[in-house]
């Protein structure tokens, strides 16, 4: 399983940015795609996941600014995110979760806020 993320840049704070995640390979059984992230000397965070049903869950930190939604036919995720603050500057890894608990990361992906 590859899976491709785009999108990160340089933003200003209170700007918005769009990440995609796009899985290929042996794709069969996923359970769930989503999105962590990892701050300068911080541990690794989730931000949001989507699962096959639709369900989704959000960080404290990003609900009501962050959007999680996926293609299924395309077998992409994408994490809209608006209203981004300093704090959010980090690399954001794009996960895919199977069925049989296997896990997949891409390589991430850099966010910088600031002004």
């Known amino acids: 399983v590859q899976l491709q993320a785009s999108g990160g840049g340089l933003v200003q704070p209170g700007g918005s940015l769009r990440l995609s995640c796009a899985a290929s390979g042996s794709i069969f059984g996923i359970n769930a795609m989503g999105w962590y992230r990892r701050s300068p000397g911080q541990q690794r965070e989730l931000v949001a996941l989507?699962?096959?049903?639709?369900?989704?869950n959000y960080a404290d930190s990003v609900k009501g600014r962050f959007t999680i939604s996926r293609d299924s036919a395309k077998n992409t995720v994408y994490l809209q995110m608006n209203s981004l603050k300093p704090e959010d500057t980090a690399v954001y890894y794009c996960?895919?979760?199977?069925?049989?608990?296997?896990?997949?990361w891409g390589k991430g992906t850099l966010v910088t806020v600031s002004s």
């Open positions: 996960k895919l979760e199977r069925e049989d608990g296997i896990g997949f």
């Open positions: 989507i699962n096959t049903g639709g369900t989704t």
